[in-house]
T-cell receptor, first 116, second 111 residues
Framework: NAGVTQTPKFQVLKTGQSMTLQCAQD?????MYWYRQDPGMGLRLIYY???????DKGEVPNGYNVSRLNKREFSLRLESAAPSQTSVYFC???????????????FGAGSRLTVL | RKEVEQDPGPFNVPEGATVAFNCTYS??????FFWYRQDCRKEPKLLMS???SGNEDGRFTAQLNRASQYISLLIRDSKLSDSATYLC????????????FGKGTKLSVIP
């Protein structure tokens, strides 16, 4: 089972460049999420999509846009990359938006982004 | 007070030892609790959900104390393969999607 697949795994950008991180899940989950993880900090939610056709801001949405292309795919776009966006980005999915004991998050392998 | 706080670590323990991690949370309305494990340069993976009555999975035992607002993870008979960072994760409310992640506690099991 592939689970949650992210691409690319690594990317180096120059300040001001744009790029899109791709995420796809094959578990028929309704909800999908983008997190970032920085040293010394817990994972922080950037955007989430409760279901196909909906997206909402999380804790740290500034500088990012998202697209829920269909039920399987949820992309994250950096329009004008900044050094502060250097981070590890994780896509995740869950059966639905109510995260509880039996309804948990599954993460992708992560995308390491460096902005020079 | 930070929303989710974990033992600072790192914990360096010999194989076979028992080790315990604590995690405190500030939101008394929090509904769901989890321990995730994250290996170096890998994604977090669910270790176990934490239930009110406490739960056990092999060498791992999780406890929840709502009155004191903390959860714990006990690992018995530590293995080298247990070396990882353990993340405490809290769902702050019913129906909430915005999980709160602790910064993690790093465990190194030494031969």
């Amino acid at each position: 089972n592939a689970g949650v697949t992210q691409t690319p795994k690594f990317q180096v950008l120059k300040t001001g460049q744009s790029m899109t991180l791709q995420c796809a899940q094959d578990m028929n989950h309704n909800s999908m999420y983008w997190y970032r993880q920085d040293p010394g900090m817990g994972l922080r939610l950037i955007y989430y999509s409760a279901s196909e056709g909906t997206t909402d801001k999380g804790e740290v949405p500034n500088g990012y846009n998202v697209s829920r292309l269909n039920k399987r795919e949820f992309s994250l776009r950096l329009e004008s990359a900044a050094p502060s966006q250097t981070s590890v980005y994780f896509c995740a999915s869950s059966p639905d938006r109510t995260i509880s004991g039996a309804n948990v998050l599954t993460f992708g392998a992560g995308s390491r982004l460096t902005v020079l | 007070r930070k929303e989710v706080e974990q033992d600072p670590g790192p914990f360096n323990v010999p194989e076979g030892a028992t080790v315990a991690f604590n995690c405190t949370y500030s939101n008394s309305a929090s509904q769901s609790f989890f321990w995730y494990r994250q290996d170096c340069r890998k994604e977090p993976k669910l270790l176990m959900s934490v239930y009110s009555s406490g739960n056990e999975d092999g060498r791992f035992t999780a406890q929840l104390n709502r009155a004191s607002q903390y959860i714990s993870l006990l690992i018995r008979d530590s293995k080298l393969s247990d070396s990882a960072t353990y993340l405490c994760v809290v769902n702050p409310g019913a129906g909430s999607y915005q999980l709160t992640f602790g910064k993690g506690t790093k465990l190194s099991v030494i031969p």
